[in-house]
């Protein structure tokens, strides 16, 4: 995904939480080490919402597919809600790379 498509799905993803924070933009490699696969661009953003996650999740997959279809070699968009009320809920997304740096981030802030 280019970055200002990247730009504009942060921008959405964002206004759908209240008092979001943001980690900077970063690059991480594809995590499977599939060939030919390009860097992927990756934030973390938290916030908190009136919506139960439930309800995010179906607005943010339904973004994802507004971002273009998945492929093999090609995710153009993927939102995925890693923690709620404290609780852990996608653990090998919280213990990869692509998210610690990110979620490090805000941790600081």
């Not at 860097?39 to 943010?60: C, F, K, Q, W």
């Not at 994802?64 to 968009?77: D, S």
């Not at 923690?83 to 213990?95: A, L, N, V």
């Amino acid at each position: 995904m280019d970055t200002n498509k990247f730009a504009t799905a942060v921008t959405e993803v964002a206004a759908t939480l209240e008092c979001p924070s943001k980690s900077c933009i970063y690059t991480s490699p594809d995590a499977l080490g599939r060939p030919g696969v390009p860097d992927y661009l990756n934030i973390v953003i938290e916030g908190t919402s009136t919506l139960p996650p439930e309800a995010l999740n179906r607005i943010y997959k339904e973004k994802e597919q507004a971002y273009g279809q998945r492929t093999a070699q090609h995710v153009p968009l993927d939102i995925d809600i890693v923690i709620t009320d404290g609780e852990i809920i996608r653990p090998s997304d919280y213990e990869s790379e692509h998210f610690r740096r990110g979620y490090s981030e805000l941790e600081r802030k």
